[in-house]
């Protein structure tokens, strides 16, 4: 299952509204035995955020954020042509712009490794590719 960067986020930051959720999600999942993929994209977006002041969580150092994400146990989807030529596909089959890029690239990077679920609190922004990925709601906690 790919975890978005929210979730991810959300699961590290103290205060974060969804804490509680995002974490329950995660060790869920990983007790399954079901593996828990991201890609250097996640990990960068997740540098920015979380380094970055919050209304409920302080700004972390890139140490901090850097050993918050090494705690975890992920597979990273690597990028590279494959991720590529599914971004192309998606912007040719599918209408996004501007930021949502990042979106689409999650999903091309999730098509050339075959991984089909996505882990999300952002679901509305996957949406348009439903026909693509399995979106998987997060469940209350």
């Known amino acids: 299952?790919?975890?978005?960067?929210?979730?991810?986020?959300?699961?590290?930051?103290?205060?974060?509204?969804?804490?509680?959720?995002?974490?329950?999600?995660?060790a869920r999942h990983a007790a399954a035995g079901e593996p828990l993929c991201?890609?250097?994209?996640?990990?960068?977006?997740?540098?920015?955020?979380?380094m970055g002041?919050?209304?409920?969580?302080?700004a972390q150092t890139a140490a901090d954020a850097a050993a918050l994400i090494l705690a975890r146990d992920f597979d990273i989807l690597e990028d590279g042509p494959m991720v590529w030529d599914r971004l192309v596909y998606l912007c040719r089959n599918f209408a996004f712009g501007g930021r949502q890029v990042h979106d689409a690239n999650i999903v091309a990077t999730m098509l050339a490794h075959g991984e089909s679920r996505l882990l999300t609190f952002n679901v509305a922004d996957f949406r348009r590719f439903g026909r693509v990925i399995d979106l998987v709601d997060l469940p209350a906690p």
Do not use: C, K
């Not at 929210?6 to 959720?21: F, I, K, Y």
């Not at 002041?53 to 302080?58: G, K, L, S, T």
């Open 38 to 50: 991201i890609s250097r994209q996640v990990l960068r977006e997740f540098m920015a955020v979380i």
């Open 1 to 26: 299952m790919f975890v978005d960067t929210n979730v991810l986020v959300h699961a590290s930051a103290q205060g974060a509204p969804e804490r509680e959720q995002a974490r329950a999600a995660l």
């Open 53 to 58: 002041p919050q209304v409920w969580a302080r």
